[in-house]
């Protein structure tokens, strides 16, 4: 029923004119007797409220506070809005299955006031159904542990959509590598926002962190789910850090088992000179040996100047990922690598189709820019690399192709860490590939020992 016009039960603009309980004059309407019918003609309006309304009117026909006429020509459903406290109900909720999970439905209270029903995503489907149930008592208990009364201040906290925009990503930009902060832009705007740019920052617990990791782990492999665990985590400690927040929820948070990605691809000796052979132009041959045979990072080649390479070495002190200069990834990633064949030869004959060039970027484009690496190898070396190596993957296999014939000549990981310019802790659990062939070399040494008496 509309609250625009008078309520059909109540007495309109009666003037009342007697005195106290049981006293009248001619003419007036005792107030208790126009509430009680007004209020009695509403058997869901209780007598708590109706008496309420007794003595408000009869406050107003005193002139205490207005004209009696005002609290009759109200709404009773208005009224009753407005003096509404709802009685506290525990919840059990609903686990219905939904979207590939499922999720546990229940009710909030919002800032308004307006009760609202909420769906949050429990567990994946191939959940226990004991788990289930102990993840559903253990999300109500909270649910029922909270305040059911009104909250306007709800209204007014800050989002965690907000915070990235206005404090996380402005401090990002000054502080982290622009190919850091590209990634973290890249990976909000397709992953994070969806499920944090409305939620409240003081309000996300663990437990939702992991049921946002658990439904991601169908599309995302054990890496990527890394990938957004480690940005959301960094937000949140950046507002701990700020005082926004006390603690970070995802500091006790164990990711769900995921999927392993698939194993990197290192090239052999004989696929890197497939490789050089089936490439045409020479400032992409050059471009793939700085990567598969020095180790150099692609945004490591991208960035290198003419200043940095003379008759023997090449000075590996700056990165341009993606065409932007910067610094190198570390510190360590700062090196001096020796030239060798077909490098040099390369580098040679690509001077001489610049002029003889001694200054500027070694790769560059039309504007005189380091060349967007990613663009380059895909217009330049990929289409030529699939033609005659089946396993080709990009250009960072040749980094790993580095690494793992480095260690397969010489026996010693420390050939491949200076080479690559990472920690030799790195270099042995990412780069050196497994190698069936030094198994069974070993094996063979192991057989002769033995058979001499030599394992003293």
Known sequence: ?????????????????????????????????????????????????????????????????GPISYIWSMDIKTLLRSNRQRRFRRQRGTVVERAGGWYLRFYTDGANGQRTKVSERLCGLDTKPSTREQLRRR???????????????????????????EIYRPWAK??????????YEKLWSQVLEKELGTRPLAQYRTADGYSFLDGLKSRLNRNSLAHVRSLASGIFTHA???????????????????????????????????????????????????????????????????????????????????????????????????????????????????????VGWLFSRRSRQPINHNEFVRKHIAPRAKAVCPRWCGIYSGRHGAATLLFDLTGDARAAN????????????????????AGEAGLKLLEAATTHGDLS
């Not at 310019?421 to 659990?429: A, C, D, F, Q, R």
């Open 240 to 358: 701990v850090n700020l005082g926004k927040i006390d603690r970070n929820p995802w500091h006790e948070l164990k990711s769900p088992k995921a999927r392993a990605p698939r194993p990197k691809v290192a090239y052999t000796s004989a696929e890197v000179n497939a490789i050089l052979g089936a490439i045409e132009r020479t400032d992409a041959k050059l471009f793939f040996v700085l990567c598969a045979l020095l180790g150099m990072r692609p945004s490591e080649a991208a960035g290198t100047r003419w200043e940095d390479v003379n008759a023997e070495q090449v000075h590996v002190q700056r990165a341009a990922p993606y065409g932007v200069p910067g610094d190198t990834k570390t510190l360590q990633s700062q090196r001096k690598l020796p030239l060798i064949e077909p490098v040099r030869s390369l580098i040679a004959a690509w001077r001489a189709e610049c002029g003889g060039v001694t």
């Open 174 to 183: 000054e502080n982290l590598r622009w190919s850091t902060m590209r990634g």
């Open 1 to 65: 029923m509309s609250s625009k016009g008078p309520h059909p039960y109540l007495i309109q603009n009666t003037e009342v004119t007697g005195g106290g309980r049981g006293i009248r004059t001619p003419g007036t309407v005792s107030r208790t007797a126009v509430f009680k019918t007004a209020c009695f003609n509403h058997s869901h309006i209780p007598p708590r409220l109706c008496n309420q309304w007794i003595t408000v009117g009869y406050q107003r026909h005193l002139g205490l506070i």
């Open 139 to 165: 999300r109500l208990a909270e649910v029922n542990a909270e305040s059911h009364q009104e909250r306007s201040a709800l209204a007014t906290e800050l989002a965690i959509g907000s915070f990235w925009t």
């Open 418 to 437: 200076q080479v690559l310019g990472n920690s030799l802790e790195v270099v042995m659990k990412t780069y050196i590939k497994p190698s069936t062939a």
